[in-house]
C-alpha cells in the first residue's frame, strides 16, 4: 500500500459534467462485476455504479483513500453493491472472478504499466474487458503531470502496446477535444501545477459539452485523453 501524492481528487470530483460524459461513454463495457482499480475518493463510483451491478469493488492502495470511499459507502454515498478494499491487483484472489477492471486515469501512476493489466487480466473471466482511460500526448506533460505523480502521458501505440498480447481491441480513441486545447494552454503559457477551482469550473461547464459533441464528429481522433477497452480471449 501507499499513501497517494496527489491533490487534485477532491477538486475533479466536482466535475460533474465530464463523469456524465464517461458514464455515457464507459457504462456499455463494464458489466455487471466490476473491478474499479485506484478508485481514490469514490468519485467515479458514484458516477458511474447504477446500483444493479452484481458487485462493484472500489481498490485503492491508499489506506487513507480507501477509509473515505469506506466512510462514503457507508453513509448510503454509494450503492449497496459497491465494496472497498485497500490494496493492490496483487492482494487480489488470483481466480477470474470480474467481467471488467476499470482504471480510470490510473495507469500512467503505474511503473509497469504492461505488468498491471496483466495482473488484472487475470482477474477476468472470459471476455472481460479491460477499460483504461488515460491522459494523451506525451509532448503535454506539464507540471501538473509531475505534481499529481503521472510516470507518462501515452499515445495510441504505447496504451496498445501496454494491454496484454492477444486481447481483442474495442476502443482506442481520444476524448475531450476542446480540452485539448485547454491542455495545451497550461502546457505552453500557464504551466500550473493544479487548476483553480473556476478554471475546472469553466472546463466542465463549457468545455466538456462542446467536446461530447466534436469528439463523435472528429471520429475521435483528438482530445486530451485516451479510451483504451480490450476485450480477454475466450
Not at 460533474?16 to 462485476?33: H, I, N, Q, T
Not at 484472489?93 to 495482473?119: M, Q, S
Not at 480513441?173 to 497550461?186: K, Q, R, T, V, Y
Request: proline letters at 6%; one cysteine or more.
Amino acid at each position: 500500500m501507499s499513501a497517494y501524492v496527489g491533490q487534485e481528487l477532491d477538486l475533479f470530483a466536482r466535475a460533474r459534467r465530464w463523469k456524465d460524459y464517461l458514464r455515457a461513454e464507459l457504462r456499455p463495457a463494464l458489466g455487471r462485476r466490476v473491478l474499479e482499480v485506484g478508485a481514490g475518493v469514490g468519485a467515479s463510483a458514484q458516477a458511474l455504479c447504477a446500483g444493479d451491478e452484481e458487485r462493484w469493488v472500489c481498490l485503492e492502495p491508499d489506506p487513507a483513500l480507501a477509509a473515505r470511499i469506506e466512510a462514503l459507502r457507508a453513509a448510503g454515498g454509494l450503492p449497496a453493491c459497491c465494496e472497498v478494499r485497500a490494496g493492490t491487483v496483487a492482494d487480489l484472489p488470483p481466480a477470474p472472478a470480474f467481467d471488467a477492471a476499470l482504471y480510470l486515469d490510473v495507469l500512467e501512476h503505474i511503473d509497469d504499466d504492461a505488468g498491471e493489466l496483466a495482473r488484472a487480466g487475470a482477474r477476468l473471466v472470459p471476455g472481460g474487458r479491460l477499460v483504461v482511460l488515460s491522459p494523451a500526448h506525451p509532448w503535454l506533460f506539464s507540471p501538473f503531470d509531475a505534481a499529481v505523480g503521472h510516470v507518462r502521458r501515452y499515445t495510441r501505440a504505447t496504451l496498445a502496446a501496454a494491454a496484454p498480447a492477444g486481447w481483442r481491441t474495442l476502443r482506442l480513441d481520444h476524448l475531450d477535444a476542446a480540452g485539448l486545447l485547454a491542455s495545451a494552454l497550461n502546457r505552453a503559457l500557464l504551466r500550473q501545477a493544479l487548476p483553480t477551482a473556476r478554471q475546472l469550473a469553466v472546463w466542465d461547464a463549457l468545455l466538456v459539452p462542446l467536446s461530447r459533441r466534436l469528439d463523435a464528429r472528429l471520429g475521435h481522433r483528438v482530445g486530451k485523453s485516451l479510451l483504451g477497452v480490450w476485450v480477454k480471449p475466450g
